[in-house]
């Protein structure tokens, strides 16, 4: 077996004369020109040729149309069997027909003595994928982050590791782009707390290599430049692994163009580049694209319409679940024809158009109108998140139901809160599957309802 980090979570296994692709973002910009990668890919044509794509969910640096469609349309997609996907639709939209979904641990054979397992985690539809090949165990857990039954699961069934590759550095607005009425709401969220995660991870699986991964990007958009001092780089990841060693597992950094090889070993690519030195490159090569991006931006409008069609419609399906959420969201929105406060109250179930910010709220968000009309039209409010491209202002008590209710929506957008969807065999077997993590998730339910400060560190946390 052999593998390359080709960049980001993108990674290039060998084995029996087989090519495996697991997640190719490779080319451009993601989440309205906020993340670029540091540093660039590292990959030679034969990577658009692959004998099989694993894509381990749908966020777009894991599945992202544009660099899909660079490949060979005749390479056999593997994706994870969720309870609810879409992404066997969307692949064949982009030309691909030869497309597999694997159930919850299920051991797919890519050749003789070659398989991928995919382990399925996560409210918002994650997976782990696990290749193992010529005597060689590899544990891809990009961003994911399993609850306490799956990490039993996967040491049950994989108790000799060889390499373990998880992300590293935020990849959310949180704590950098909130702000706080009281102080005290909030929970402590640091790039130390990151490098512990990783380390906690390593603590769990015991590989022999713990690698750094899924976390090569920086943030080019002048809206998001301050996020680019909460990168959390592998320099700083070594400096706190030497203060507390793990006996039997190394820290291995493999930038992207590494490699290893049964055979031969590691082939380190050189350390990359400072990430102020690249993006000073980054704003020289792209500086056309971004002050085009730029002017579109600052024309573009969002209409109420479809803002307040997104939310009557996450209304009518969360019915059951919106009166017991204490939310109250008020957006700021300035656009060319003057600035309003949009309000969106998940107990009393109505968005109002207000010429004022009201008195009373739990956040206020300001939010780019162009970001925020592509995300209530295409259903990915959730990734303004991820991007970063939004400021949140949290009135006192208010961040845990706040969190909640971003839970809700995701769930909403993953289509998990239409009926049609999960009264299904589909859906019902895949829980069944799954059902220790679903108790997992249970317990934590009840401990946010009570507004446990400990579960909301949880779920940004490995274990």
């Given at each position: 077996?052999?593998?390359?980090?080709v960049?980001?979570?993108?990674?290039?296994?060998e084995?029996?004369?087989t090519?495996?692709?697991?997640?190719?973002?490779?080319q451009?910009p993601?989440?309205?020109?906020?993340?670029?990668?540091?540093?660039?890919p590292v990959?030679g044509?034969?990577?658009l040729?692959?004998?099989?794509i694993?894509?381990?969910?749908w966020h777009?640096?894991h599945f992202?149309?544009?660099?899909?469609?660079l490949?060979?349309?005749?390479?056999?997609v593997?994706?994870?069997r969720?309870?609810v996907?879409?992404?066997?639709s969307?692949?064949?939209?982009?030309?691909f027909?030869?497309?597999?979904e694997?159930?919850?641990?299920?051991?797919?054979e890519?050749?003789a003595g070659f398989?991928?397992t995919?382990?399925q985690v996560?409210?918002?539809?994650?997976?782990v994928?696990?290749?193992?090949?010529?005597?060689?165990?590899?544990?891809d857990?990009n961003?994911a982050?399993?609850m306490?039954s799956t990490?039993?699961?996967?040491?049950?069934?994989?108790?000799?590791?060889?390499?373990?590759?998880?992300?590293h550095?935020?990849a959310?607005?949180?704590?950098t782009?909130?702000s706080?009425?009281?102080?005290t709401?909030?929970?402590e969220?640091?790039?130390?707390?990151?490098?512990q995660?990783?380390?906690a991870?390593a603590?769990?699986?015991?590989?022999?290599?713990?690698?750094?991964?899924a976390s090569?990007?920086?943030?080019?958009?002048?809206?998001?430049?301050d996020a680019?001092a909460?990168?959390v780089t592998?320099g700083?990841?070594?400096?706190?692994?030497n203060?507390?060693p793990?006996?039997?597992?190394?820290?291995?950094?493999?930038?992207?163009g590494?490699?290893?090889?049964t055979?031969g070993g590691?082939?380190?690519?050189?350390?990359?580049?400072d990430?102020?030195?690249?993006?000073?490159?980054?704003d020289?090569?792209?500086?056309?694209r971004m002050?085009?991006?730029y002017?579109?931006?600052?024309?573009c409008?969002?209409?109420?319409?479809?803002?307040?069609?997104?939310?009557?419609?996450?209304f009518?399906?969360?019915r059951?679940?919106?009166p017991?959420?204490?939310?109250h969201?008020?957006?700021?929105?300035a656009?060319?024809?003057?600035?309003e406060?949009?309000s969106?109250?998940?107990r009393?179930?109505?968005?109002?158009?207000?010429?004022?910010?009201?008195?009373?709220y739990t956040?206020l968000?300001?939010?780019?109108?162009?970001?925020?009309?592509?995300?209530?039209?295409?259903k990915?409010?959730?990734n303004?998140d991820?991007?970063?491209?939004?400021?949140?202002?949290?009135?006192?008590g208010?961040f845990?139901?706040?969190q909640?209710?971003?839970?809700?929506v995701?769930?909403?957008?993953a289509g998990?809160?239409?009926?049609?969807?999960?009264?299904?065999?589909?859906?019902?077997?895949?829980?069944?599957?799954?059902?220790p993590e679903?108790l997992?998730?249970?317990?934590?339910?009840v401990?946010?309802?009570?507004?446990d400060?400990?579960?909301?560190?949880?779920i940004s946390d490995p274990v």
């Amino acid at each position: 077996m052999q593998f390359q980090i080709v960049g980001h979570a993108c990674l290039s296994v060998e084995a029996a004369g087989t090519r495996l692709v697991i997640d190719p973002w490779i080319q451009g910009p993601l989440y309205w020109g906020s993340w670029w990668h540091w540093p660039d890919p590292v990959f030679g044509p034969e990577l658009l040729e692959p004998d099989f794509i694993y894509l381990t969910h749908w966020h777009f640096d894991h599945f992202h149309a544009d660099s899909l469609r660079l490949f060979d349309k005749r390479a056999h997609v593997l994706v994870p069997r969720f309870p609810v996907s879409f992404l066997a639709s969307q692949l064949r939209a982009l030309g691909f027909n030869r497309i597999t979904e694997l159930r919850q641990a299920e051991r797919y054979e890519l050749a003789a003595g070659f398989t991928l397992t995919s382990y399925q985690v996560r409210h918002e539809d994650d997976s782990v994928a696990v290749v193992d090949a010529d005597g060689a165990c590899l544990v891809d857990l990009n961003d994911a982050k399993p609850m306490p039954s799956t990490w039993k699961l996967l040491r049950t069934r994989h108790p000799r590791v060889d390499f373990m590759l998880r992300s590293h550095s935020p990849a959310w607005s949180y704590p950098t782009f909130y702000s706080f009425e009281d102080r005290t709401d909030a929970i402590e969220l640091s790039g130390r707390s990151y490098v512990q995660s990783f380390i906690a991870a390593a603590r769990m699986l015991r590989p022999r290599h713990a690698v750094p991964f899924a976390s090569s990007v920086c943030h080019l958009h002048r809206d998001v430049r301050d996020a680019n001092a909460d990168i959390v780089t592998t320099g700083a990841i070594a400096a706190v692994w030497n203060e507390q060693p793990l006996g039997g597992t190394d820290l291995t950094i493999m930038p992207p163009g590494s490699r290893w090889s049964t055979d031969g070993g590691f082939e380190i690519a050189p350390v990359p580049e400072d990430p102020a030195v690249h993006l000073a490159r980054l704003d020289e090569r792209e500086h056309d694209r971004m002050a085009a991006l730029y002017r579109s931006e600052q024309g573009c409008e969002c209409s109420f319409d479809a803002f307040r069609s997104f939310f009557e419609d996450f209304f009518r399906r969360a019915r059951l679940f919106a009166p017991w959420l204490d939310v109250h969201w008020v957006f700021l929105v300035a656009q060319p024809g003057g600035t309003e406060f949009w309000s969106v109250d998940f107990r009393r179930r109505t968005v109002r158009r207000l010429n004022a910010e009201p008195a009373a709220y739990t956040s206020l968000i300001t939010v780019q109108p162009a970001v925020l009309d592509e995300a209530v039209r295409e259903k990915t409010f959730t990734n303004i998140d991820i991007s970063k491209r939004w400021r949140v202002h949290v009135r006192r008590g208010g961040f845990i139901t706040h969190q909640v209710a971003i839970i809700f929506v995701m769930l909403y957008e993953a289509g998990y809160l239409r009926l049609s969807n999960i009264l299904t065999r589909r859906c019902l077997s895949g829980a069944w599957r799954r059902r220790p993590e679903m108790l997992d998730y249970a317990k934590l339910g009840v401990r946010l309802l009570r507004r446990d400060r400990a579960a909301l560190a949880h779920i940004s946390d490995p274990v």
